[in-house]
């Protein structure tokens, strides 16, 4: 089957601009799953959605950065007046439900700032 | 807090050597433990998991990895390494029973091998 999808695979912006990421995860999938991915360095927890419940925003760097989920599915992470730090792969990964740990990723959005 | 250490960012073996990368952990709780390989440009791919069951566990592409809890490791082997194993290895944890689903991750080993 279809697995998570995210889209652009690559984006150059000007510092200060602001950009959305989007992730479509597998169909089913309850959980969703921001992560960030900078060079050198492993990859860092952003932002986690369980179903309807709040999410966990507890990996976001700052209040420039935030993210939501429709209809429980598609996702969009918005970084606002990006900076150069910001450059990074951002990756998505879902799971099919809370306890599940098994997390299923996409191939990741590269982020460059300028 | 979870936290979870790969000794050596780079690892060199020889086409049908023994490939052995390490991570060890720390958790006040044990953890469900994972290992991610990520080729170029791609996204991660789960290797195998480690959720209470057997300590030895296999998994795709003939690896398997033991989990030591006297000695809080997780490390990942191969019996004889292939060209196309060539990419960047990722271990990461998540503390199970707390709700806390998100994973932690090592900083990754890249492995090369030599024909």
């Known amino acids: 089957g279809a697995g998570v999808s995210q889209s652009p695979s690559n984006k150059v912006t000007e510092k200060g601009k602001d950009v959305e990421l989007r992730c479509d995860p597998i169909?089913?999938?309850?959980?969703l799953y921001w992560y960030r991915q900078s060079l050198g360095q492993g990859l860092e927890f952003l932002i986690y959605?369980?179903?309807?419940?709040?999410?966990?925003k507890s990996g976001l760097p700052s209040d420039r950065f935030s993210a939501e989920r429709t209809g429980g599915s598609v996702s969009t992470l918005t970084i606002q007046r990006t900076q150069q730090e910001d450059s990074a792969v951002y990756l998505c990964?879902?799971?099919?439900?809370?306890?599940?740990?098994?997390?299923?990723f996409g191939p990741g959005t590269r982020l460059t700032v300028t | 807090a979870q936290s979870v250490t790969q000794l050596g960012s780079h690892v060199s073996v020889s086409e049908g050597a023994l490939v052995l990368l390490r991570c060890n952990y720390s958790?006040?709780?044990?953890?469900?433990l994972f290992w991610y390989v990520q080729y170029p440009n791609q996204g991660l791919q789960l290797l195998l998991k480690?959720?209470?069951?057997?300590?030895l566990v296999k998994g795709i592409n003939g690896f398997e990895a033991e989990f030591k809890k006297s000695e809080t490791s997780f490390h990942l082997t191969k019996p004889s390494a292939h060209m196309s194993d060539a990419a960047e290895y990722f271990c990461?944890?998540?503390?199970?029973?707390?709700?806390?689903?998100?994973?932690?991750f090592g900083t990754g080993t890249r492995l090369t091998v030599i024909p």
């Open positions: 990964a879902s799971s099919p439900r809370q306890g599940n740990y098994e997390q299923y």
């Open positions: 169909s089913g999938h309850t959980a």
């Open positions: 959605f369980q179903g309807n419940s709040a999410p966990d």
């Open positions: 958790s006040s709780v044990p953890p469900y």
């Open positions: 480690y959720t209470s069951a057997a300590t």
């Open positions: 990461a944890v998540s503390e199970k029973g707390t709700g806390a689903n998100n994973l932690f």
